[in-house]
């Protein structure tokens, strides 16, 4: 059974920055696609951010294009989420998840973190 374990979430103010990160428990990170989605309070998951086996393709949602940066080391079997210039609208939980699928679809993402809880005050 594969583990992932999100952190690094918090309060920051608008136009801040947090960087997460979510560690695998196994050596089953080579491979597998990896995906960021959130959850605000009230509202169905979303897609954020994916990134390929082998780093080359990365996909963002509308809303976080050219502020949030995801990123891959395969050697800590871990995957980050830089976030800049965050905005009221970016609080949720955050959740990591690893598929086989490189997609903003959440459905085939086999495994999913706990979750990590970003707020951002105006």
């Known amino acids: 059974q594969v583990q992932l374990v999100e952190s690094g979430g918090g309060l920051v103010q608008a136009g801040g920055s947090l960087r997460l990160s979510c560690a695998a428990s196994r050596r089953t990170f080579s491979g597998t696609a990896m995906g960021w989605f959130r959850q605000a309070p009230g509202k169905e998951r979303e897609f954020v951010a994916t990134?390929?086996?082998?780093?080359?393709?990365?996909y963002y949602s509308d809303s976080v294009k050219g502020r949030f940066t995801i990123s891959r080391d395969d050697a800590k079997n871990t995957v980050y989420l830089q976030m800049n210039r965050l905005k009221p609208e970016d609080t949720a939980v955050y959740y990591c998840?690893?598929?086989?699928?490189?997609?903003?679809?959440?459905?085939?993402?086999?495994?999913w973190g706990q979750g990590t809880q970003v707020t951002v005050s105006s």
């Open positions: 998840a690893q598929g086989w699928q490189l997609t903003a679809d959440p459905e085939p993402y086999k495994y």
């Open positions: 990134i390929s086996w082998n780093y080359y393709t990365t």
